[in-house]
């Protein structure tokens, strides 16, 4: 039966509650205090100093929200069918982003598993979940997850989760998900009741950074790296993609992000970790992660083909965008294979007003070319769910907090946001609107009819061709005057013609791919 452990250092009691009942914790040193063991299935709750019920920070289910009691959970009692299951190299992968709410009409982690065969045969080598720590209300991105080892219960909970999972290596898919160590989310956070989680002295865009380097740092910084290794040991994952790296605040002489990755990497298997990051960055990767985001062709392509020049897109200005990102790893010393590519993402479709998809933005050339030239390219792929037949549905920013204030916040916020971008408040779907999270769920009945089926085609072909090219710095060849670009890996040309827009693809002089 599992121990139950609490970390409350500045407490003078902690009890634990089962059933109405309460018995004292008993202090062991280090602040950590112990209630013993309780047998998987027990709801439970501490009471620190005589408090309201509160949930364990470290709880690994959350039956009824964020505000109500945790639940034990015997990880070894689920029956794996993955032993001989060994993760491919990140090098050679092509990875799918998905939404668990929305990307099926159950939005569940159930009904994620019968759409697995798709992606294992559109040719994607792993899934990218992003998170499910639990969070308020059931419907939202995750990024404001507050039970962070609590697989949110609306999604299927810790046994729905290890299912799918498993279900992904039954075919050859590894797995990642999506964790966030920067920030909490605002409501149902309670981890400031039991010790110093978050620093006074610093904010994130947020709130409160989390205290990695001050008083009591220790046990925070184990806190996260226990998190990260009960993902990646318990469930199983493969990887874990880090959000928002840039707003992990620490100034140790050695970085969480080095003591995490060095954990990590210690770990049976090969087990690897890709932060958030916008540009290439040669000493985020010294720390020991293995790969990063990289916003920069996809940057180059959107203000190339849309014309937006607003908020961050502002420092770009299209065609030549796109030859520098495609040379700039080669000038930084980074090898290809550690930077993942794309043409849509969560962020770049949700941080928008409307949550238009690329393909509601552009014409069909613009989309082809954008979509050839980011899956041939010598990065690794990154593709978000629905893109590969151009979903007709948005993905808009959606939440479900149920403190009045918090929910008005959010939603005045978010239009708030949007004025660097030039929409005006009255475009913004409001997110706590249940219409707002319905529009976003995709369409699978579309994938037989025009033009989403062509369009995965493409895609299918498209993946199928770039498992056969070499890996390594490609030849880029660029013509700002005439708005040419070549790029060349082996035997494989991709020629573009960035103002008309056309692609051409040859291997040899034979033509792969026309315009």
């Known amino acids: 039966m599992p121990e139950i452990r609490v970390w409350a250092p500045a407490a003078g009691s902690v009890e634990v509650e089962v059933a109405s009942s309460r018995r004292s914790l008993a202090p062991v040193g280090g602040g950590w205090w112990s209630a013993g063991v309780l047998a998987a299935g027990t709801d439970y709750a501490f009471r620190v100093d005589g408090s309201e019920p509160l949930p364990d920070p470290r709880s690994a289910h959350q039956p009824e929200g964020v505000h109500g009691p945790s639940r034990v959970v015997d990880h070894a009692a689920f029956a794996w069918t993955d032993g001989a299951w060994a993760a491919p190299p990140l090098a050679g992968a092509v990875i799918y982003e998905l939404h668990i709410g929305t990307f099926t009409p159950g939005g569940t982690f159930e009904s994620a598993v019968d759409r697995l065969d798709h992606l294992a045969g559109l040719g994607v080598t792993a899934v990218e979940i992003m998170p499910v720590a639990a969070f308020s209300g059931r419907r939202g991105w995750g990024y404001d997850g507050v039970d962070l080892y609590a697989p949110h219960h609306d999604y299927g909970g810790p046994g729905g989760l290890k299912r799918l ?49 001050g008083p009591g740092s220790r046990e925070v910084r184990r806190f996260v790296i226990d998190n990260a290794l009960m993902w990646l040991r318990d469930y199983h994952f493969d990887g874990l993609r880090l959000d928002a790296v840039h707003a992990i605040v620490d100034n140790s002489p050695t970085p969480v992000l080095a003591e995490l990755a060095a954990m990590v990497h210690a770990l049976p298997g090969s087990r690897f970790l890709i932060a958030e990051q916008p540009q290439p960055d040669p000493g985020l990767l010294a720390l020991g992660m293995d790969a990063q985001w990289d916003d920069e062709l996809h940057h180059g392509l959107h203000v190339l083909f849309t014309g937006e020049r607003d908020g961050y897109y502002a420092p770009y200005t299209g065609a030549g965008d796109i030859a520098r990102a495609l040379r700039e790893p080669a000038e930084l010393g980074i090898p290809y294979s550690r930077l993942l590519t794309y043409t849509q993402t969560h962020d770049q479709i949700g941080n928008r007003a409307l949550g238009e998809r690329l393909a509601h933005l552009v014409g069909p050339a613009a989309l082809r070319l954008a979509t050839v030239l980011t899956l041939l390219s010598p990065f690794v792929p990154m593709l978000f769910m629905g893109e590969e037949w ?97 790029m060349t890996r082996g035997s494989l040309c991709v020629d573009c013609d960035l103002r008309t827009p056309a692609v051409h693809v040859t291997r040899d002089g034979q033509t792969l791919l026309g315009a």
């Open 165 to 213: 999972v498993d279900e992904c290596h039954r075919r050859g898919l590894g797995a990642i998900l999506d964790v966030v160590y920067n920030h909490l989310g605002p409501e149902g956070n309670h981890l400031q009741r039991f010790g110093p989680y978050f620093s006074d002295r610093r904010r994130t865009p947020w709130g409160q950074a989390v205290n990695f380097d």
């Open 390 to 486: 151009a979903a007709s549905s948005p993905f808009q920013f959606f939440s479900d907090h149920r403190d009045h204030g918090i929910a008005r916040a959010t939603s005045e916020g978010r239009m708030n946001e949007f004025k660097a971008f030039g929409w005006r408040a009255e475009q913004v779907p409001d997110p706590q609107a249940v219409a707002t999270f319905e529009r976003s769920r995709l369409d699978w009945s579309e994938l037989g009819r025009e033009p989403h089926s062509s369009v995965l085609d493409l895609y299918r072909e498209l993946l199928a061709l770039r498992r056969g090219l070499p890996p390594g710095t490609p030849q880029i060849e660029f013509d700002e005057a005439g708005g040419r670009l070549r």
